[in-house]
């Protein structure tokens, strides 16, 4: 199984400030198609998770572009620019290039200062 | 509209077994793979394995390996996830997914999630 890994866990961040969120691959998501894919979700308290970004970089409709994702390889990076206070939640990075097999990130807790 | 509606909460005892459904509606069954994801109260999310409709193929997390069975009916399009040997650290929400890989771009649909306690 490919392992996901996250950091920080928790991140405080201040109204406006940016958060900035790393996720670590044990394997390559690079698939041999030359596809990555790599997904952010955001899970807000007592709702089911909404996918934010496909394939490294890509949003979903209706996600603010204030959300990016960077990234190659093994090593992914989603960014909240301006975070506002409907941002708090968990992040969880998920994997999809060893489809059908999936794994996610242990989330990263976003909490207002 | 793709729908997933599971079964509702459950309550079992240390080392009994849970069945939980998961009844698709909006799309034709057969044609993606239903995965179970699973959430303990304040903890993340954990992906236990996948269950083609269609061939009934599936693939479990290593985790999972001998204690899950997934299994459909494809005449009422329902999906199934049954775990074993239950412990107190399998408390947890589980939730049905379709996690569509290719094209890209349709994002995940999920089901509503069903609470399963396993307490003495």
């Known amino acids: 199984d490919v392992v996901m890994t996250q950091s920080p866990l928790s991140l405080p961040v201040t109204l406006g400030q940016t958060a900035s969120i790393s996720c670590r691959s044990s394997?390559?998501?690079?698939?041999?198609?030359?596809?990555?894919?790599l997904n952010w979700f955001q899970q807000r308290p007592g709702q089911s998770p909404r996918r934010l970004i496909y394939k490294v970089s890509n949003r979903d409709a209706g996600v603010p572009d204030r959300f990016s994702g960077s990234g190659s390889g093994t090593d992914f990076t989603l960014k909240i620019s301006r975070v506002e206070a409907e941002d708090v939640g968990v992040y969880y990075c998920?994997?999809?290039?060893?489809?059908?097999?999936?794994?996610f990130g242990p989330g990263t807790k976003v909490e207002i200062k | 509209q793709v729908q997933l509606v599971q079964s509702g909460a459950e309550v079992k005892r240390p080392g009994a077994s849970v069945k939980v459904s998961c009844q698709a509606s909006g799309y034709t069954f057969t044609n993606f793979d239903i995965n179970w994801v699973r959430q303990a109260t304040g903890q993340g999310l954990e992906w236990m394995g996948w269950?083609?409709?269609?061939?009934?193929?599936?693939g479990y997390a290593q985790k999972f390996q001998g204690r899950v069975t997934m299994t459909r009916n494809t005449s009422i399009s329902t999906a199934y996830m049954e775990l074993s040997s239950l412990r107190s650290e399998d408390t947890a929400v589980y939730y049905c997914a379709i996690i569509i890989v290719l094209p890209a771009t349709v994002p995940p649909y999920w089901g509503q999630g069903t609470l399963v306690t396993v307490s003495s």
């Open positions: 998920m994997q999809g290039t060893y489809w059908p097999s999936f794994s």
């Open positions: 394997q390559s998501l690079v698939h041999s198609d030359g596809s990555t894919y």
């Open positions: 269950m083609n409709p269609k061939s009934g193929n599936t």
